[in-house]
């Protein structure tokens, strides 16, 4: 049975760790004061380098890589924080701020330190309200304690903390949408290059850092890259000769939800499979996994066969999937997936921004294909190419076949293909949000392509047992495709 | 210079040009909405998407690049030596490659999923871009069996309105209101596939904001597709029915350039031509909608001769008897006259040329500047001064003497009996001053285009041509020297300004022989210093600058 591995969530429950004192009393602060007393701002940033840190909001970018795109000689330089956790199924950053506030603040001075930054800005949810009000009230104890401010603790180091809420739309997650949002205008993504750590916040290099990946900072400086290297799998990218380490260090908050007896965050190291953290979050509820979405609504679908799957960023990927934000939905064997894929479709049809055109008027295509579908107005058509021959019956007869054309799966395909093509990893967007969309409605399809017949076929919502349901691993191309990455030695 | 590979060819484009652009210049298109040269690039219409070829060092070789990218932010730069690919191309690009040909067509359809096909009245059809492009790059059907987006149609200003269905929401009127205008009326409501663009509606106390800038009109010309229509030119005439022809706007000294489009029965619109100098992509809706007194019923058609007090119709020959024996009979120190901004540097030159060979006299004037409001757009001027050709009519004028302006011209016409005065701006209003002295005048003739305040004082009047039905040139204010062109016929007997003074320096017993006006170009160029290049074989479609 794996164990959690409490980390960040580690004094999550001591009653008042959100109040300055009690923080102070476990640690609070004092990774803080131990970066400003050893360590130059670039030994911190070896530091996360090594650590082999990714980005925790969904990409899995190396946090270490995207501080050194940051140009040394532009200032002022702006640090984000994306606490706008708006994927469906993710609910890990909600707990922090809305319970530890300090630690991200903590996260913050540290990454300000590294990075020579002064101004931080916190883009909030704008249904964290509660998140906002603690980690307003934390930023004022902070800054009458004076860890921030001017010259904290008279190393001459001036940060400040500005929380600025969302106004409740999705895309305002993806970091350019969000900063566009935090300058005041329209939340939507820019065209990239240039990317936010050359020209981001008001044309000026900015780092923007999900809450998570922020948090781990005070634990990579207190307790050591090494210590932190040694908690999950680092696997050799064999692309390269000799394999090039590829690291998934560190713990992840997996938000579980969905058909368990348990669900909830949990802390763990990364690289523990799918089927282990079911077992974790208390078993499935019902009688067998269906199918488990790995990272966020966004992720593509795993059926039980890919269960042995290791939730990590780099095994994930091969596997045709993706951690994403660690949002892990489990469905057991009563649900539909064209039920679930419709009301993934109605969500990302919805929160479209609009700015591009195959994303404006491709979502809400696609949603209403499925729809259609699941409304049992599903397009078919059968085939037959008869063939004069000796028939079953000893007879000359036809032996010709038939065949079954369901036209609107394969319009379904091609039209979630056209927004971002989840073969090639080729999007015609400006942002992700296209292959946030393609990639369910794609592998849905794909993996659980009797379902969708038998639906239309029926003419109305048709749950199959999860057999008879899943497109078997041999004939499901994914599975086929997938690599599981090895552990380097 | 970069040296770049487009699709097979080989060429060369300054540093810091699009492909878009690139690839235009060598005759190559790449279908775009939301581009304009004239505006920032935003990309959000991903139908310029071209594959560039990058080298992918794993392989060793140069490999199309994973992503398309889009062809109006992909900027041409001279690479660095050691980043030249196949060891002397800065880029390589391909516009036609399988990759980019479907990605085109994957988003022709997703254009046209919420486009009503409702070319047969739209106002574009003919010359929208998605139309063409469509037709060029797309599918020949829609998988779309859904019902389609149906927003409203808006009324957003005195000249625009919105078709919203037609709308593919390319933004380039919100960015035209916010970059060339400064004035940012539009802007887009709603979210994802309802997106519409709209103006600032009367909200919590805020007042209504129409799109009522001088510019307007310009976002009509730039939308790609019929959402933003004119209300002065909907429904009026289908686009291949219209001839057209390249002109210059006579609404003001900036002199933008235009193409003139009109049938027989007269001018249907005019539209803003590509001078980099002068207007860019655009000109002002006063200029746009200022054609109208061309087509008016109330044109002067026939020479008009005062009889008992009135203006009675009459033919040329009567009414040019009456000027030249007028004329003949008058010392040449009595007579004053006056050229017009409004005229062509043609029709001043050979009234300059009359007054002094053929009167003999010095008092040349001009009719003074047509008072105005001057506009200032963050890209673009709107001048105070009303008429088209004020320095190019004063240089003609002058041709060595000085020419009588404003409180000195109006003395001299009030000391003189006999008036020549060449109008032509419509609607043009008498000073106090101006219309004492002209009543004081035993004998006033006036060529003009419209009945006005100087035809009612007239004793003869001459009906002369606007600038839709001369050929000519005009001066600008910055000193461009530019091409006006014939379309339309002038009505009734009008005639051409420089032919009437002409026949009547004929009757005088004075010779000067133009057959058109391109001649005088030729005596312009040879007699005013500084138009030695202005011939209308230099001119061309884009002017010449005076020295």
């Keep these: 049975m794996v164990q959690e591995k409490r980390i960040l969530y580690e004094h999550l429950d001591v009653p008042g760790i959100n109040t300055f004192d009690v923080f102070r009393q476990h640690d609070g602060y004092a990774r803080f004061e131990k970066a400003i007393a050893e360590y130059q701002p670039d030994d911190i940033a070896k530091m996360v380098m090594d650590s082999g840190l990714k980005g925790r909001g969904g990409a899995g970018f190396s946090t270490g890589l995207k501080w050194s795109f940051v140009p040394k000689d532009i200032k002022p330089c702006y640090l984000c924080c994306n606490a706008d956790e708006s994927e469906p199924g993710t609910f890990s950053n909600r707990y922090v701020l809305e319970k530890n506030p300090h630690l991200l603040i903590e996260g913050i001075l540290i990454c300000c330190y590294a990075m020579g930054i002064e101004t931080t800005y916190v883009y909030i949810r704008g249904e964290f309200t509660l998140g906002k009000k603690m980690l307003d009230a934390a930023i004022k104890e902070a800054y009458a304690k004076g860890y921030l401010g001017k010259n904290i603790r008279g190393t001459g180091l001036n940060v400040d903390i500005y929380t600025h809420p969302g106004a409740g739309a999705y895309i305002c997650g993806e970091e350019t949408g969000l900063i566009e949002s935090l300058e005041g205008k329209r939340g939507q993504p820019r065209n990239k290059p240039p990317f936010p750590a050359v020209e981001g916040v008001f044309r000026k290099p900015t780092v923007v850092q999900n809450v998570e990946t922020l948090c781990n900072l005070p634990f990579i400086v207190g307790e050591g890259v090494e210590w932190y290297t040694q908690m999950g799998p680092t696997y050799g990218d064999t692309r390269f000769d000799p394999p090039k380490p590829d690291p998934n260090t560190g713990t992840k908050l997996y938000c579980i939800s969905g058909d368990v007896n348990k669900p909830g965050v949990y802390e763990l190291e990364l690289g523990l499979t799918c089927a282990e953290l079911v077992e974790v979050a208390g078993g499935v509820r019902g009688q067998e996994v269906k199918a488990v979405i790995p990272g966020g609504s966004s992720a593509p679908i795993l059926t039980r066969y890919e269960l042995d799957t290791r939730l990590d960023f780099t095994s994930l990927t091969l596997a045709k999937s993706m951690l994403g934000s660690g949002g892990i939905i489990v469905m057991n064997e009563t649900r539909n997936i064209v039920d679930c894929l419709l009301n993934i479709m109605k969500f990302y049809a919805h929160e479209s921004c609009g700015q591009c055109t195959p994303c404006r008027w491709g979502t809400p295509w696609v949603r209403d294909i499925v729809q259609r579908i699941a409304d049992g107005n599903g397009r078919k058509s059968t085939i037959t190419r008869p063939r004069f021959g000796i028939a079953e019956n000893g007879r000359w007869g036809d032996t010709g076949e038939t065949e079954e054309i369901y036209e609107d799966l394969d319009l379904l395909e091609s039209v979630a293909n056209n927004i971002a093509n989840v073969d090639t990893m080729t999007w015609n967007t400006i942002c992700v949000f296209g292959i946030a969309v393609s990639w369910p409605a794609v592998s849905y399809l794909r993996k659980f392509r009797p379902e969708f017949e038998a639906t239309i076929r029926e003419g109305q919502l048709t749950t199959l047992s999860v057999e008879a349901a899943t497109v078997p691993p041999e004939e499901n191309y994914a599975y086929q495709q997938r690599i599981v990455p090895r552990e380097l030695e | ?547």
């Design chain 2, 1 to 547: 210079m970069a040296f770049i590979k487009l699709n097979e060819l080989e060429v060369e484009v300054e540093d810091g040009t699009n492909v878009v652009e690139a690839a235009r210049q060598h005759g190559i298109e790449v279908p775009h909405y939301c581009y304009h040269p004239g505006l920032s690039s935003p990309a959000n219409c991903r139908m310029c998407l071209v594959e560039p070829h990058v080298f992918f060092p794993p392989a060793g070789a140069i490999v199309p690049d994973r992503q398309l990218a889009t062809g109006c932010t992909t900027v041409l730069r001279t690479a660095p030596p050691d980043r030249k690919l196949d060891g002397k191309y800065d880029f390589i690009v391909y516009t036609d490659s399988p990759r980019v040909k479907k990605a085109r067509e994957d988003i022709l359809e997703f254009l046209l999923v919420h486009h009503p096909l409702d070319c047969p009245v739209c106002d574009q059809a003919g010359e929208c871009d998605l139309q063409d492009f469509s037709y060029r790059h797309g599918h020949d059907k829609s998988r779309y069996l859904e019902v389609k987006n149906v927003p409203p149609k808006k009324d957003l200003g005195p000249d625009v309105l919105l078709y919203s269905t037609r709308c593919i929401v390319c933004t380039r009127c919100i960015r035209f209101c916010q970059e060339v205008s400064g004035s940012s009326e539009l802007g887009l409501i709603h979210r994802g596939s309802h997106d519409e663009i709209d103006i600032p509606r009367a909200h919590d106390g805020m007042p209504l904001q129409l799109l009522d800038n001088k510019l307007a009109g310009n976002v009509v010309d730039i939308c790609p597709v019929g959402a933003l229509i004119s209300k002065d030119f909907l429904f009026k005439s289908r686009p291949w029915f219209m001839k057209k022809e390249s002109s210059v706007c006579a609404g003001c000294s900036v002199g933008c350039n235009i193409t003139v489009e009109y049938k027989e029965d007269g001018v249907y619109r005019l539209k803003p031509r590509f001078h980099g100098e002068i207007n860019q992509h655009w000109m002002c809706d006063d200029g746009r909608l200022g054609y109208h007194y061309v087509n008016s019923d109330d044109r002067l058609q026939l020479p008009m001769t005062r009889v008992e007090e009135e203006l009675r119709p009459t033919h040329w020959a009567d009414a040019l008897t009456q000027v030249t024996e007028k004329l003949s009979e008058a010392d040449a120190a009595e007579v004053v006259v006056i050229g017009s901004a409004q005229g062509t540097n043609e029709d001043n030159y050979v009234l300059q040329q009359f007054a002094h060979e053929v009167l003999k006299t010095e008092q040349l004037g001009l009719f003074g500047a047509l008072p105005g409001e001057e506009h200032v757009f963050p890209q673009f001027t709107i001048e105070a001064d009303k008429n088209p050709n004020t320095a190019g009519a004063r240089q003609m004028l002058s041709n060595g003497a000085p020419v009588l302006e404003g409180e000195a011209l109006w003395q001299k016409v009030s000391e003189a009996s006999i008036v020549y005065l060449v109008n032509g701006a419509p609607g043009r209003p008498l000073e106090s001053v101006e219309k004492a002295a002209l009543e004081s005048v035993d004998f006033l003739i006036v060529q003009d285009v419209l009945p006005s305040e100087v035809t009612a004082l007239a004793d003869v009047v001459l009906p002369g041509t606007t600038f839709v039905e001369k050929d000519g040139t005009f001066t600008n204010s910055k000193g461009w020297v530019q091409r006006v062109r014939k379309t339309v016929d002038a009505p009734g007997e009008a005639r051409l300004d420089w032919e009437i003074v002409q026949q009547i320096a004929k009757q005088l017993g004075g010779e000067m022989g133009y057959h058109f006006a391109g001649e005088i170009a030729i005596a312009i160029a040879e007699n005013v210093p500084g138009y030695a290049d202005a011939t209308h074989q230099n001119i061309g479609d884009s002017g010449v600058k005076l020295a």
